[in-house]
Structures are given as C-alpha cells and as structure tokens.
C-alpha cells in the first residue's frame, strides 16, 4: 500500500512539473491586454490576427473605466494596456505611486463638442451648461479646446492642470459641469454641450467628424499630446512581449483597419 502510495505520489509529483512546464511555455507567448471596450479592443483584436503569425496569443481583458487598468497592470495581472494618453498615465503615477511607462503612441482619438439641448455653437446665450470630463488630464484638454473655440479664457499658467477655477474670462458665464468621463455622453439630453472622449463617443455609437460641432484637429498639438499609448511596467519597454504587441498594433493590417473602420473619429500616429 505504502510503495503503491509512493508510486501515485510521484506520478503527481511529476504531472505538476509537467503541467507548470507546460503553463510557464504557454504564458511565454501569451500576451494579456487590458483595453476600454472601443475602440482599444477592438484594434487589439485586429493586432490578434497578426501577432499569430509570429507565434503569439493574445488574451484581451477588457474596463470600462480609467483607473482599475493601471492598478490591474502594476499588480502583474496584465503585460501591458491600451486606453489612455501619456499626460494621464503621468498624473496616474504621481497621485498613485505606480512605476508605468510608455510603449509607444498607437492613435488619436479627436476630443469633440457633441450636441445637447442646443445644436450649434451660435446658440450658446448666457449660462449655457457644458459637461467635461472630470479627470485631470482629460479636464484641463477639455478647457483648452473651449479656450480654443474663444469661450472662455484660461491662466495660461495652468497648462495641462487647468480646472474650471483657472477660468480667468467667461463672457457668457457658462456653467460647467464636471462629469465622469463615462457619463459623458448620456448626460447630453440633460446639458446644452458636453466634450466627450473619442472612445465613449464611440460606444455611444457617435463619430467626431459626423456629430461633434467642434473637434480638436489631427495637426494640432493635442494630436499628439493626447495620442493614446501602450503602457507597460518600467523596464519592459523591450521586452519580446512588448516589441511583438507594437510590431503588431503598428502593422498595416491594423492601420488599414483603424482608417477604414473609423473614418477620422481614430487616427493612426505610425
């Protein structure tokens, strides 16, 4: 009975080994992405198909919001992620300790004026109501591209930290709401304008150059301030994983993809 123990517990002894051996190969050329639903997804899926070619798999996990994404990569549950800009993930590090870089920019997403309660930029009267994001990075993009539009004027001291206090003209007194990024677009029946991210007007089935009354242009600074990155853990820049995800997400496959899919509402940056 003892040597009959003896034997059974070898044999799983040795199956561990076996499948640890197996689970480690495999995860060597998995590749886990965190990604908003739209359009990060969707391009990663497009990624996919070329990242077979080379061997790899790659395993999509998707969020629905800006925060768990970072704090899922810092823990080593992802290899890398794909939804925000450089000047966020920047003021993500600093307010949560977390050591995340850039990869590399992939595209842009135009932030628009989308229509409310009223349907032009003439209609604007005195306390006009505008919804902006209200994380810091996408906040301040927000007022500049308002700035932009000769709305209300900005500290120019404030730069990419700017909140409705750093407000220094409003001619028209406009009341600005600050709303989660993801609220955004069903909060437009209930405010006159609101400036909304380009993957939530996505999921929201809105496209900036068709619906959006205003929009930050492709040529512009914030074109490439804002362009949306790949972030990984510092010293994994270079990683095989990682130079294989953006060989991939910077092929022409995906770029044919991104132009004919979104029709200016995403920008490739390669």
Same mark, same amino acid.
């Given at each position: 009975?003892?040597?009959?123990? $003896? *034997?059974?517990?070898?044999?799983? +002894?040795?199956? $561990?080994?076996?499948?640890?051996?197996?689970?480690?190969?495999?995860?060597?050329?998995? +590749?886990? *992405?965190?990604?908003?639903?739209?359009?990060?997804? !969707?391009?990663?899926? *497009?990624?996919?198909?070329?990242?077979?070619?080379?061997?790899?798999?790659?395993? @999509?996990?998707?969020?629905?919001?800006?925060?768990?994404?970072?704090?899922?990569?810092?823990?080593?549950?992802?290899?890398?992620?794909?939804?925000?800009?450089?000047?966020?993930?920047?003021?993500?590090?600093?307010?949560?300790?977390?050591?995340? &870089?850039?990869?590399?920019? +992939?595209?842009?997403?135009?932030?628009?004026?989308?229509?409310?309660?009223?349907?032009?930029?003439?209609?604007?009267?005195?306390?006009?109501?505008?919804?902006?994001?209200? #994380?810091?990075?996408?906040?301040?993009? /927000?007022?500049?591209?308002?700035?932009?539009?000769?709305?209300?004027?900005? #500290?120019?001291?404030?730069?990419?930290?700017?909140?409705?206090?750093?407000?220094?003209?409003?001619?028209?007194? @406009?009341?600005?709401?600050?709303? !989660?990024?993801?609220?955004? =677009?069903? $909060?437009?029946? #209930?405010?006159?304008? /609101?400036?909304?991210?380009?993957?939530?007007?996505?999921?929201?089935?809105?496209?900036?150059?068709?619906?959006?009354?205003?929009?930050?242009?492709?040529?512009?600074?914030?074109?490439?301030?804002?362009?949306? +990155?790949?972030?990984?853990? =510092?010293? #994994?820049?270079?990683?095989?994983?990682?130079?294989?995800?953006?060989?991939?997400?910077?092929?022409?496959? &995906?770029?044919?993809?991104?132009?004919?899919?979104?029709?200016?509402?995403?920008?490739?940056?390669?």
């Amino acid at each position: 009975m003892k040597k009959l123990l $003896s *034997v059974l517990l070898v044999g799983v +002894i040795g199956l $561990s080994l076996f499948t640890g051996c197996a689970a480690k190969g495999t995860d060597d050329k998995t +590749i886990i *992405v965190g990604a908003s639903p739209t359009p990060h997804a !969707e391009i990663l899926k *497009v990624a996919a198909e070329v990242l077979k070619e080379d061997g790899y798999t790659l395993e @999509i996990k998707e969020f629905t919001d800006y925060v768990q994404p970072n704090l899922t990569l810092e823990s080593k549950e992802l290899d890398a992620n794909f939804f925000q800009h450089l000047p966020y993930l920047e003021d993500f590090n600093v307010k949560n300790g977390t050591k995340l &870089v850039s990869a590399g920019a +992939i595209h842009y997403e135009p932030l628009g004026v989308y229509p409310g309660k009223i349907k032009t930029l003439d209609a604007i009267v005195d306390g006009t109501t505008i919804a902006i994001p209200n #994380d810091t990075t996408n906040e301040a993009r /927000a007022l500049l591209l308002l700035e932009t539009l000769g709305l209300i004027k900005l #500290d120019p001291n404030a730069g990419l930290a700017a909140t409705p206090k750093d407000i220094i003209e409003n001619p028209k007194n @406009i009341a600005i709401k600050e709303l !989660e990024a993801a609220q955004l =677009a069903r $909060s437009l029946p #209930d405010v006159d304008l /609101a400036v909304i991210n380009g993957n939530f007007a996505l999921q929201a089935g809105l496209n900036v150059d068709k619906d959006a009354i205003a929009k930050e242009e492709k040529d512009s600074l914030a074109a490439k301030t804002y362009a949306n +990155i790949i972030a990984v853990r =510092a010293g #994994d820049e270079n990683s095989p994983k990682t130079l294989a995800l953006m060989k991939a997400l910077k092929s022409d496959k &995906v770029k044919t993809y991104i132009e004919q899919t979104y029709q200016g509402a995403v920008v490739p940056m390669f």
